[in-house]
């Protein structure tokens, strides 16, 4: 079995192989008693009134994950404890991302962290004598997820009216959100099923639910994210196309674990050859397995 292989990607672009093939390559090695990489935090809200027995399950909360994990810096051929130190720090902002990558047999995932306090370092002895410094990262993941690449299936009109399937699936133990790429000319249909989700009590009535989008003009692309929380539809080009809507949202998720499954796409007012582009992401509670 392959060893894990443990990757930073730094806010600058810089690169880092912490673990695995080529671990230390760039004088930075992963220390043990890493926290906070495994299962995503969850708080679960329970409730109860004045005479219940125990208490009645209401919602969970998604929490931020809070990492710290340690590095051995040290001397490399081409550069000093020292330069390979600096590099480090360089690769870690206060406000802007740097991915950690896991790779393993199966899989290939990141986490978006932040440095959330100053790194600490407290050395024993001398590190230009001893050429090693220990330093421990505190992080943050405002997003609590694991990402893999998004896959993605399209669709292009033949025609002036044109209808077809594209292939979707979620194979994460997370719900996801669809996201759609529209080229103009035309006026897409694309579906909003409910999945059996009840959270709006419509499960059924919304089985095959699909939504019209706006005619998009020539050369306009609209970019359809279909999370509640994110800006549902944007025009590429920078138009406001939101209030063209009228007030329609995308309502539901894919479920976990559901398998590769068709869904129809349709466009009218269209030219041959323009296309649609569905994507679906791919995150994860842990940074392997749960497939």
Known sequence: MARTLVEVEGCNGSWF???????????????????????APVRTIYASHASQIGSTY?????????????????????????????????AWSYSEDTKLWITTEDSRRFL????????????????NMTKVEKVVMTC????????????????????????????????????IWLEWVLQGPGRWVIPDYSWGDNRFRRAEEDKYRKISTP????????WINTDPF????????????????NGVTFLYPIPPWTPDTD???????????????????RNWSRPWGLQ
């Not at 390559?25 to 926290?35: R, Y």
Request: glycine fraction near 8%; hydrophobic fraction near 35%.
């Open 17 to 39: 192989t912490i673990s695995g093939v080529g671990l230390g390559e760039q004088g930075v090695w992963l220390g043990t008693d890493v926290e906070g990489i495994y299962d």
């Open 263 to 281: 869904i129809p796409v349709s466009v009218t007012e269209a030219a041959a050859g323009v296309g649609l582009q569905v994507r679906c992401p």
């Open 140 to 175: 943050v993941a405002a997003d609590p997820w694991w990402y893999e690449e998004p896959v993605t299936d399209s669709f292009v009109a033949t025609g002036v009216s044109s209808s077809g399937m594209v292939t979707v699936s979620n194979p994460t133990d997370q719900e």
């Open 215 to 222: 005619r998009a003009n020539p050369n306009q692309v609209f």
């Open 112 to 127: 978006k962290l932040r440095i959330s306090e100053q790194p600490q370092f407290t050395p024993e002895h001398d590190p």
């Open 230 to 245: 994110a800006d549902q539809l944007r025009d590429l080009n920078g138009s406001q196309v939101w209030s063209l809507m």
């Open 58 to 90: 209401y919602a969970k909360r998604n929490l931020q994950r809070d990492i710290v994990f340690g590095v051995a810096i040290g001397n490399t051929e081409s550069r000093s404890w020292q330069e390979n130190d600096s590099e480090w720090r360089k």
